[in-house]
């Protein structure tokens, strides 16, 4: 089971990259806008400093990613907020069409697959992905957050 989830979970990634390189973009300003359009599609748009930790970038990175996301037409930054220090990130018509052109036919297909299982079937599965995530989130967040550039931390891990 968790080998099996763990390869979807690559296979999702494998997806991430794809979509990027269809749009020309580098996959984390891909994985910014899947983000912003499902948060949005939630109802829970992001702020730029929700974004950075929901793609583990630093504030200035995630600056530098958003003028560049802006400028090429996929998202818009605006204040809609009563508080008007508050920016909220929205994706354009633009970007979302073409990620409704890529993912709308896998969706589709998952869809039907998933049609195939029962009600029952269907609660046992979610319940048991709940549980896995929620164990996985809880074990990450007792980790120890990594000090320095990331080739420094990794090269002290190293034997």
Do not use: C, W
Request: aromatic share 4%.
């Amino acid at each position: 089971m968790l080998d099996g989830l763990t390869a979807f979970g690559a296979a999702q990634s494998e997806l991430l990259r794809l979509f990027a390189r269809t749009k020309g973009m580098h996959v984390t300003d891909a994985a910014a806008v899947v983000q912003i359009i499902e948060h949005e599609d939630a109802g829970r748009p992001l702020t730029p400093a929700r974004l950075a930790e929901r793609i583990g970038l630093s504030p200035g990175a995630t600056s530098i990613l958003l003028a560049r996301l802006e400028t090429a037409g996929f998202i818009d930054r605006t204040r809609e907020h009563t508080d008007r220090r508050i920016v909220t990130l929205r994706s354009t018509r633009a970007i979302n069409e073409a990620a409704d052109h890529f993912f709308e036919p896998l969706a589709k297909q998952l869809n039907a697959a998933l049609a195939e299982f029962t009600a029952k079937d269907l609660d046992l599965l979610l319940s048991a992905t709940d549980r896995l995530r929620a164990l996985v989130e809880a074990y990450a967040m007792t980790q120890p957050e990594p000090t320095g550039h990331p080739t420094a931390v990794a090269s002290q891990q190293l034997p």
